[in-house]
Nanobody, 124 residues
Framework: QVQLVESGGGLVQAGGSLRLSCAAS????????MGWFRQAPGKEREFVADISWSGGTTYTADSVKGRFTISRDNAKNTVYLQMNSLKPEDTAVYYCAIARGPLGTRSESGYDFWGQGTQVTVSS
């Protein structure tokens, strides 16, 4: 059974940084792309970033480009989201997900397992 466990969320002041981690098990991690999504209160879940199976290709949403970086360590079965220059509008529950194949996608339908989410709160 595939399991994804996020960690690293918390409360941070605007301008600060956090690094989210997502540890995966139950699937050959290195064969699959990974993604990060987020859901703010009262809003739909939205794409944040994805990374291909090898880490060679990444894509980040315009809203976080230049501030967030996705990376992965296939030896540790873990994907990361480094978040810098955080803004109050980044406040959300952040979810990691494992893709159905080796390449990332911005569509939720391209992912078949999701973590439970980790709360990120940015105060002004």
């Amino acid at each position: 059974q595939v399991q994804l466990v996020e960690s690293g969320g918390g409360l941070v002041q605007a301008g600060g940084s956090l690094r989210l981690s997502c540890a995966a098990s139950g699937r050959t991690f290195r064969n699959y792309a990974m993604g990060w999504f987020r859901q703010a209160p009262g809003k739909e879940r939205e794409f944040v970033a994805d990374i291909s199976w090898s880490g060679g290709t990444t894509y980040t949403a315009d809203s976080v480009k230049g501030r967030f970086t996705i990376s992965r360590d296939n030896a540790k079965n873990t994907v990361y989201l480094q978040m810098n220059s955080l803004k109050p509008e980044d406040t959300a529950v952040y979810y990691c997900a494992i893709a159905r194949g080796p390449l990332g996608t911005r569509s939720e339908s391209g992912y078949d397992f999701w973590g439970q989410g980790t709360q990120v709160t940015v105060s002004s």
